[in-house]
Structure formats: C-alpha cells, structure tokens
C-alpha cells in the first residue's frame, strides 16, 4: 500500500504563479523526499527533509513538514514552463529501509 | 556519463520469453532497488538489495527476480513474461535511506 498520497493529483496553473502540492502519510518517518519526473524519464532527487525540520529551501522550492499531522508540503513559486513535471514524495518510514513513494501530482505550468 | 545506467531502455518481447534488464552505476553506493511504474502511477519497489549478500522482496516481486552480480550491477529478470508486465521500469542506487538515484529507465512491452 502507498505512504504516501499526494494532493491534488494534477494541477494547472499560469506561468509566474505558486504552485503547491500536499503528501500525506500514515507512519512515523525518518525523512520525507520530494522528486520530480519528467515524462517517461527517471526521478530526480528535489529535497529531504528530516523528521526533526519543520522547514527547508532550496533555489524557488520550499518544503514543509508537520510530524504531528503527518503531512508535507512542496511550494515552487514563480513557476516556470520547464516546471511541468509530476512530482512524487517518498517517505523514509522508521525501521523499513526503503522508500515508499506515493503516487503523485501532475503539474502543468501553461505560457 | 550517466551515474545510473539501464539496458535496454526499450523492449517489445512475447508472452513467455524471458527478459533480463540491467542495471549499473558508478556512485559506489551499497544499496540498489527495482521499481516499477504504471501509466499515472507512483513507483512500486519489486526488489532492493543493500550489499552483494542481501536481497530482499518489495511489494511486487512475484513474477521477477533480481541478481547482485556485484556492487555495482544489479539486474531483474522476468522468467516468463506476460503482458500485465508491460510497464516502465527504474533502477536506483542509494547510501543509507537518503536521496536515491535513478536510472533513465526501460520501457517493457510484453505483447
């Protein structure tokens, strides 16, 4: 079964504006991961985030977690065209060894 | 070069016919997993492996199974393919439970 449910399952939005995507998950978690895929292609690691952070960046991304209500966040503001793409959060669940991931959100960016 | 590379990255076979894909990386990372995905779908994990002696069952490993051949190659073969098989399949290698690396991927088609 997924840990992870992501939130909405697709979105669309006009270039410039913010784009944001909820995870869900069910067990306590070492870390939760965003990745991107972009069609056919392969994951690309976006960020991590430990259960002991509450908050991180990196460039136009921003990640939250909330252990308590056992939910992530993934904003990407001022999009970009090139940020179609659907995204995945895979969680790192206390004591399984791997990730589990979930089954996404298709973001489309339009012009 | 690529860190993660699959062969082939496409494949049409018949019912029946055995395939192997295969899976190689230069990132010297122990940890190795097979994953499968379906049109609108998250990943499902069909083995991980975290050295050359560890093997272990995801949660869709009947029909498949996996060869360690050394740290670096890892390959699945499906004994006797059928067409609810047909899918795309990722490699990717990791250190501990952080990011994981992916592959390009290969898409299967079982007619």
Known sequence: ?111 | DADVTQTPRNRITKTGKRIMLECSQTKGHDRMYWYRQDPGLGLRLIYYSFDVKDINKGEISDGYSVSRQAQAKFSLSLESAIPNQTALYFCATSRETDTQYFGPGTRLTVL
């Open chain 1, 1 to 111: 079964s997924q840990q992870g449910e992501e939130d909405p399952q697709a979105l669309s939005i006009q270039e410039g504006e913010n784009a944001t995507m909820n995870c869900s998950y069910k067990t306590s978690i070492n870390n939760l991961q965003w990745y991107r895929q972009n069609s056919g292609r392969g994951l690309v690691h976006l960020i991590l985030i430990r259960s002991n952070e509450r908050e991180k960046h990196s460039g136009r991304l921003r990640v939250t977690l909330d252990t308590s209500k056992k939910s992530s966040s993934l904003l990407i503001t001022a999009s970009r065209a090139a940020d179609t793409a659907s995204y995945f959060c895979a969680t790192d669940r206390r004591g399984a060894q791997k990730l589990v991931f979930g089954q996404g959100t298709r973001l489309t960016i339009n012009p």
